[in-house]
């Protein structure tokens, strides 16, 4: 957003339009202009539950408590969070549940809301049969909700934090039901269709997917990790190991053309296996499948089976190998292809797993 100030044009950006400038140095109004506003001490609070429309601060030190008690906000970041991870908590516990945990949600849950109030939701138990992992996601990055989990499992109840508190929150309830249903329905349908064709019909189509205009297309890439990976396999286990290796490196990639992945990158390697298990492969190659990737990050799980921890090496040193030899080195603050991460994942594996071939 760009505003005129008195001396021209700034592009001072705030990240929603500013209304009102409040500057106070105890009781005085410091007489500054920001945004192309004057400050003064009058501020709004809740839109829909302040006491007063405008509220007057009478000087700094009581801006907390004012704003609070007059307009319906709890100002503080640190304390409206913590009062949302125990509403959380106190729903959760009441339906005898866990809300998963992701402090990155909660923190953009915390700047969105004034003040917080949890409502627990649900949907319907048909579209538990969709892979958690997809309704997870699709709950949390499109409508910011918090999934109720039960074992470990996802449970078709969610927690929504509305910024009001109706003394009947069924409407609330009700609305917040109704915008997370075609989400679900959404992924549901993916699903389905995904599986009406098998990972290995859709290997051809990763000759028309372009991985770097100087290494050609994600299927001869996927061609190289395999010939790796199989290699690798040989040296760790013998033929048996080899050709899982390279059945699960030929499938590893399949899974970016099918619709859940291109709705939701997030979900490559993880949706690969489901569709794997569907298709009738082993479990070995299922998990290698999606195992391949880790470790994704710094502590991260290593893959669980022999199959995953050759293609995975294979993955990560073909990456490292092919950028390299066109020179997409890593500089001291630029890494656009993660290969530190990867580097530092081969090495784990190496020591962790006590590599050596038999």
Excluded at 90 to 108: N, S, T, V, Y
Excluded at 167 to 174: E, F, L, R, S, T
Excluded at 192 to 216: C, E, F, T, W
Excluded at 258 to 266: C, L, Q, Y
Aim: net charge negative.
């Amino acid at each position: 957003m760009t505003y005129q100030l008195a001396d021209g044009w700034t592009n001072a950006k705030f990240v929603r339009p500013a209304h009102r400038l409040v500057a106070l140095h105890g009781a005085d109004v410091v007489p500054v202009s920001v945004l192309g506003l004057e400050a003064g001490r009058e501020t709004q609070g809740h839109r829909f539950e302040a006491a007063h429309p405008v509220v007057s601060i009478r000087d700094a030190d009581s801006y907390a408590q004012q704003i609070e008690a007059e307009g319906a906000v709890i100002p503080g970041f640190d304390v409206r969070r913590a009062e949302i991870a125990r509403q959380l908590k106190d729903a959760a516990e009441k339906a005898g549940l866990k809300p998963i945990e992701d402090e990155a949600l909660l923190d953009e849950v915390t700047a969105l809301v004034e003040r917080p109030n949890v409502l627990t939701c649900q949907f319907e138990e048909e579209f538990l049969e969709v892979p958690q992992e997809c309704l997870i996601l699709t709950m949390k990055a499109n409508q910011k909700y918090f999934p109720l989990l039960k074992d470990g499992k996802l449970t078709n109840k969610f927690l929504v934090v509305s910024n009001i508190r109706p003394d009947d929150p069924g409407a609330v309830i009700g609305g917040n039901e109704r915008v997370v249903r075609p989400r679900l329905a959404d992924a549901k349908f993916f699903f389905d269709q995904d599986r009406k064709k098998s990972l290995m019909d859709r290997i051809p189509g990763l000759a028309k997917v372009v991985y770097h205009n100087k290494l050609g297309t994600q299927g001869e890439r996927v061609e190289r990790v395999a010939a790796l990976a199989r290699a690798i396999g040989h040296k760790l286990g013998g033929e048996t190991l080899a050709n899982q290796a390279d059945r699960a490196a030929m499938l590893s990639k399949a899974d970016l053309l099918t619709d859940m992945v291109g709705e939701f990158p997030e979900l490559q390697g993880i949706m690969g296996r489901y569709y794997a298990l569907h298709d009738g492969e082993p479990v070995e190659i299922a998990d290698a499948i999606e195992d391949h990737y880790k470790p994704r990050f710094a502590g991260d799980e290593l893959p669980r089976g022999p199959a995953g921890l050759c293609v995975a090496l294979a993955d990560k040193l073909q990456t490292l190998a092919d950028m390299f030899g066109i020179g997409q080195v890593p500089t001291g603050d630029k890494d656009p292809f993660a290969l530190r991460r990867h580097a530092l994942g081969v090495i784990r594996m190496l020591i962790e797993r006590d590599l050596s071939p038999t």
